[in-house]
């Protein structure tokens, strides 16, 4: 079985550049969450779906991020105007469900350095 | 609202020693724990989870008991290898709920030679 896809692996920006990231999660889960992570700390959620609509956004800062999930498959997060604050991992996990199976599948990631 | 706490940013250990990482967490609902590991450059993986008071659950050679008297759910191995360097995550959830997990801080486990 496939595991959760993210790319890219590695970006970096100087501070008012955009960037995207895209996220391919296990086949057939529902739900689809993105976190970020700085560096040594926990995963902080975002905003997160199922299928197509978004459940929970209230941690995504919604003047410069933003995340899609439009056919309930794939999920992009877009940065639209960095901040050296906004360095951090970026994850996608998935998982089945709502999340009742207990169990989230994260991806490897994409860091995220802001200059 | 919901917590977790981990207490040790950073533990050092020798090759061999056994380990306890600490998790406590405050709720008001029935809960349910994880622990995730992390290595280095690497996506977070489930290692244990219970929401059965009092009940042993290992995976791996590590083990946790979820006590509910005290609100822990401590990880812990009698024997640590060098590959078990990584950062280590408890996290809860509301039982039988579709709510988000509530992540602790994270404990770094270094083992050296």
């Known amino acids: 079985e496939a595991g959760v896809t993210q790319s890219p692996r590695y970006a970096v920006l100087q501070e008012g550049q955009a960037v995207s990231f895209w996220c391919d999660p296990i086949s057939g889960h529902d739900t689809l969450y993105w976190y970020q992570q700085p560096r040594d700390q926990g995963p902080q959620l975002l905003v997160y779906f199922r299928d197509e609509a978004v459940i929970d956004n209230s941690q995504l800062p919604s003047d410069r991020f933003s995340a899609v999930r439009p056919k309930g498959t794939n999920s992009t997060l877009k940065i639209q105007s960095a901040k050296q604050g906004d360095t951090a991992t970026y994850l996608c996990?998935?998982?089945?469900?709502?999340?009742?199976?207990?169990?989230?599948?994260f991806g490897a990631g994409t860091r995220l350095s802001v200059l | 609202g919901d917590s977790v706490t981990q207490t040790e940013g950073l533990v050092t250990l020798t090759k061999g020693l056994p380990v306890m990482l600490n998790c406590t967490y405050q709720t008001t609902y029935s809960p349910f724990l994880f622990w995730y590991v992390q290595h280095l450059n690497e996506a977070p993986k489930l290692l244990l989870k219970?929401?059965?008071d009092n009940k042993r659950t290992e995976h791996q050679g590590f083990y946790a008991t979820l006590h509910k008297s005290s609100s822990s759910f401590h990880l812990q191995k009698s024997s640590v290898q060098l590959s078990d360097s990584a950062l280590y995550f408890c996290?809860?959830?509301?039982?039988?709920?579709?709510?988000?997990?509530?992540w602790g801080s994270g404990t770094k486990l270094i083992i050296k030679p």
């Open positions: 996290a809860l959830r509301e039982k039988d709920s579709n709510y988000q997990l509530i």
């Open positions: 996990a998935s998982s089945l469900d709502g999340g009742r199976q207990n169990t989230l599948y």
């Open positions: 219970s929401s059965t």
